[in-house]
């Protein structure tokens, strides 16, 4: 779940497969990969210079390569933290009446996370996480996600 905020026009709430594949280096240190694909847009009307407007936000691909540090916790539990990169393709509508107006933008910022493996089993773990991937001007967009985790 991501949620898109743009000064002015509030929040949005976004739906993203996420699939990613990380390499250790020794028991503290990753390099991670992440790819993703929107599967859920949120729209809104807002108001806007007297104007009543129908809003529509969407991800359509997100890209990130993170360096991961991962502290043990106890047995079960392993916390972490990444700092990387994020290139994200965003689509925006807004409509008034009939007319609408498309904007497609793809930018890159810093991104940074926090969040925790717990280990079901000694291959699999369950994953919660909380994201900022972008952060720039106007726009924010942060995740917090539930998934799973395999290690092989």
């Known amino acids: 779940m991501l949620t898109y905020n743009e000064t002015g026009f509030g929040d949005y709430n976004l739906s993203v497969a996420l699939g990613r594949y990380g390499v250790y280096h020794g028991d503290s240190f990753a390099i991670e990969g992440r790819a993703g694909i929107g599967i859920g847009d949120d729209s809104k009307t807002v108001r806007y210079a007297g104007f009543d407007i129908d809003t529509k936000v969407e991800v359509d691909n997100m890209l990130g390569l993170y360096a991961v540090k991962i502290v043990p916790a106890g047995d079960k539990v ?38 925790a493996n717990i280990k079901l089993g000694e291959k699999t773990a369950l994953n919660i996480e909380y994201a900022n991937y972008y952060d720039k001007g106007d ?7 539930v998934g799973a985790t395999v290690y092989y």
């Open 139 to 145: 726009v924010t967009i942060d995740a917090l996600s």
């Open 78 to 115: 392993d916390v972490y933290g990444f700092a990387g990169i994020t290139r994200m393709t965003v689509t925006a509508t807004a409509s008034i009446g009939s007319i609408s107006v498309p904007n497609s933008d793809s930018e890159t910022d810093l991104s940074f996370d926090a969040g």
